[in-house]
């Protein structure tokens, strides 16, 4: 979501003549868009900032702003720390940068602006054109989340879950894709908890898709971050009638065992999570999942960590992200006893090792057949193209004539981990898996 906001924000600022540059030193402003999410983000920030001061210790001071999350949660502390720092945006009042850089030119007042003024921020946006051009573009439609995990900082630096317009976000998905765009993912903390009502009409997340499937040029659908809770019929219903909504879902489970779950405050436990696996995979075969793992969560006992084990093994994922846990300040599991750390990287170890085997097995998958690849990009100062497969994975691959936003089958002859390596020619017509 960031790196939406970030091309937001790029946008609004383009409409009183900031341009970008790839040159630091040439730099009249610096703003950096912070995740609240990772371990430390707060003193990286000052960190980053830190090196900036160095950087421009002989030269005139750019203006410094820091927006995101980091921003909506430390607020003016950030000023009194760090006076190199003129202004504190939260990600809920970025829309006012315009009017706040502006101001600032005039009366040199710093400033802090953290307010939740979400439909504003929207409303505002509608207005400004987007810049962005690529192959694969983020549509946010929801932000915020009302769940609050007990490890998460997301309720407290996004706010309240809040649904953009229907017609708004229509509207942005066909301008992204009169501008080249054929993939789209729908984004939102809690994407699936798409909810907007408008004359007695209720839209959610399957109303989104099955329009945007609708829509000529347009070729892949994704959306992203899911909790299972939301996973309603309608949109799982999704799977059996959009062909353009890939068959790849990532839907973060945390736990596979029901008492961490319980402390979590997840509000799913494992039976409920396998259940909606089940039903996606009775209306699609093919469908693949990834998720999120915390590992050494306060109180994880060896029982728990076998059943987060048990799970993986019966899920599957192709792809996944796992951490130790480890405590964001102001929420409560902060306040929990810590497990031992050595136990929880061996945890840690062991599962990525699992996940890592499921990954490759998949990718092997692919050998010496051909896939079905989304062309997004020309390798600088090569001959080689990157793009994705139907679930996500990347592709690299040689190719005598492809363009970006082609959708070619490219035949795999090698892989890792991570990657798919492979060729292409004119009259591959062989199917693609
Ligand atoms: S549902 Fe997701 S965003 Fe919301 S509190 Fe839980 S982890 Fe955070």
Redesign the pocket.
């Known amino acids: 979501m960031n790196e939406y906001d970030s091309n937001r924000i790029y946008d609004l600022m383009a409409n009183i003549g900031f341009n970008k540059t790839n040159t630091k030193d040439e730099a009249d402003c610096f703003l950096l868009n912070t995740c609240h999410i990772r371990e430390k983000a707060t003193e990286k920030v000052y960190h980053e900032i830190g090196r900036l001061k160095k950087s421009f210790k002989n030269s005139k001071k750019p203006l410094v702003i820091v927006s995101g999350c980091v921003a909506q949660a430390e607020s003016e502390e950030m000023i009194k720390r760090e006076p190199y720092i003129d202004m504190v945006i939260g990600s809920q009042s970025y829309h006012k940068i315009p009017d706040l850089v502006l101001n600032y030119e005039r009366k040199k007042t710093k400033v802090s602006e953290t307010d939740f003024d979400v439909i504003k921020k929207f409303d505002v946006l509608e207005k400004i054109l987007t810049s962005q051009n690529k192959i694969s573009s983020y549509l946010t439609i929801q932000e915020g ?1 009302d ?3 007990n ?5 407290y630096t996004r706010g309240p879950e809040y649904s953009r317009p229907f017609r708004q976000i229509i509207d942005e998905a066909h301008i992204l894709v009169s501008k080249g765009s054929k993939e789209i993912t729908l984004l939102g ?2 994407v699936n908890a798409y909810n907007f009502y408008e004359n007695k009409k209720n839209y959610r997340l399957s109303s989104l898709i099955r329009e945007l499937n609708s829509i000529k040029n347009l070729e892949r659908i994704r959306y992203t ?1 899911s ?1 299972p809770k939301d996973m309603s019929d309608d949109l799982i219903d999704c799977y059996k009638n959009c062909e353009k909504l890939m068959p790849f879902l990532h839907l ?1 489970v ?1 736990s596979g065992s029901d008492r961490i779950l319980k402390s979590m405050n ?1 509000k799913h436990n494992i039976k409920y999570y396998l259940d909606i696996i089940e039903k996606l995979r009775i209306i699609n075969k093919n469908i693949k999942f990834s998720s999120d793992f915390i590992i050494g969560y306060p109180d994880e006992s060896e029982e728990d960590y076998q059943d987060t084990i048990d799970l993986v093994k019966k899920v599957g994922f192709i792809n996944s992200y796992s951490f130790i846990f480890s405590p964001r300040p102001g929420t409560p599991a902060a306040n929990k006893k810590m497990n031992d750390l050595k136990i929880s990287k061996k945890r840690l170890k062991n599962l990525q090792n699992i996940l890592e085997n499921f990954q490759f097995k998949s990718n092997k998958i692919y050998l010496d057949e051909f896939c079905e690849v989304l062309v997004e990009n020309k390798l600088s100062g090569q001959n080689k193209f990157f793009g994705r497969t139907r679930f996500m994975t990347p592709v690299i691959f040689v190719s005598d004539k492809c363009k970006n936003g082609d959708i070619i089958n490219v035949k795999i002859n090698s892989f890792n981990q991570n990657n798919l390596f492979g060729f292409h020619k004119i009259n591959n017509n062989e199917k693609a898996a």
């Open positions: 989340c769940k609050f995990c490890f998460c900082v997301v309720p903390q809690n971050t909790h973060p945390q997840r």
